[in-house]
């Protein structure tokens, strides 16, 4: 079974992309591929590259791994109650990457931990250092894991789904945060969602998952004016809008392939009503139909239809 199936897209210096597509698709194993994080067993890397500045990461040892982890890559993960450990105050895992990575003395990391409480908007940073993560809200939570994963000013920032479980509001205000960091740092972000609003907000560029394989990338804003794939249609067309009224949404028949046994071909081609017999035969490669915009699907052979 391969949960990530021939994946490849370039973010650039400065630029946000965002991952999507529906639970189970591949997103967060992509993100842990590229972190080599990947739990071993079950799961394995068997191929492939991951290039960062010019280096293939996948040719670094464990040890030079870790030394890139936090410092070059930053990671926001989903569950902030998971990834921060429940048995150390807030100071102590904050300033254990800055003395590991950036070499700081104790006073030094100390200082440059409520600075960065006070960057991402925590109130009473001074009281907050001594907190437990149980003692903080979700929203708070996942203020400090953002304030851990920029902590080392890394090049490349992986958010997973980072305002899942939050209501509202404080979404808005984590997504705000997120977006000065990136704009004051110069860190280039991987952003994974499902959730398209989110998107549109804050991406340059969108890479549409299903099954495991990316089925098309482009500009943000010209994938949702004119969305190629039949899958990305169907996304597009579930989405309420304040200027139109639907008495009912769109949906996409069927379900989401069983990757142990994924149909053969196209894998969305037992969703897709516009499926034609060599859909069902050969997997469709990548086509570019317009600048920087590269649609999987045998419907654009030759460019776009």
């Known amino acids: 079974m391969k949960a990530v199936d021939d994946v490849s897209f370039v973010i650039r210096q400065r630029e946000t992309i965002g991952l999507v597509g529906e639970s189970g698709c591949g997103k967060t194993m992509t993100a842990l591929s590229v972190m080599r994080l990947v739990p071993n067993p079950p799961g394995r890397i068997v191929g492939g590259k991951i290039i ?30 998971t990834f921060l450990n429940p048995v150390m105050k807030i100071a102590d895992q904050l300033t254990e990457a800055l003395v590991e990575h950036r070499k700081m003395s104790a006073g030094q990391a100390r200082n440059r931990m409520l600075e960065l409480l006070r960057m991402v908007n925590i109130p009473s940073a001074d009281k907050v250092q001594d907190y437990y993560p149980h003692q903080l809200s979700g929203g708070m939570r996942q203020r400090v894991l953002t304030a851990m ?16 479980a939050l209501d509202v509001t404080v979404q808005a205000q984590i997504l705000k945060l997120i977006r000065e ?26 890479c549409v998952m299903y099954a495991g394989k990316i089925v098309e990338t482009g500009d943000v804003f010209a994938m949702f004016r004119s969305p190629e794939h039949p899958y990305t249609v169907g996304l597009l067309s579930s989405i309420l809008r304040m200027d139109e009224y639907k ?26 009503m516009k499926a034609m017999s060599i859909c069902r035969e050969k997997n469709p490669p990548s ?5 920087d915009h590269f649609v999987s699907c045998w419907l654009k052979e030759g460019g776009k239809a």
């Open 287 to 291: 086509f570019e139909i317009g600048p």
């Open 149 to 164: 994963a920029m902590s080392c000013e890394p090049s490349l920032l992986i958010a997973d789904e980072p305002t899942t």
């Open 181 to 206: 960091l990136r704009d004051k740092l110069g860190t280039s972000l991987l952003l994974i969602t499902h959730d398209l609003g989110v998107v549109g907000e804050i991406c340059d560029r969108v």
């Open 247 to 272: 008495e009912t949404l769109p949906t996409i028949d069927g379900v989401v392939p069983d990757l142990v046994n994924p149909p053969s071909g196209c894998r969305f081609n037992p969703r897709c």
């Open 52 to 81: 960062l500045k010019g280096k293939d990461i996948f040719g670094l040892s464990e040890l030079e791994m870790r030394r890139l982890r936090g410092s070059e890559i930053g990671m926001i993960f989903q569950d902030p109650m």
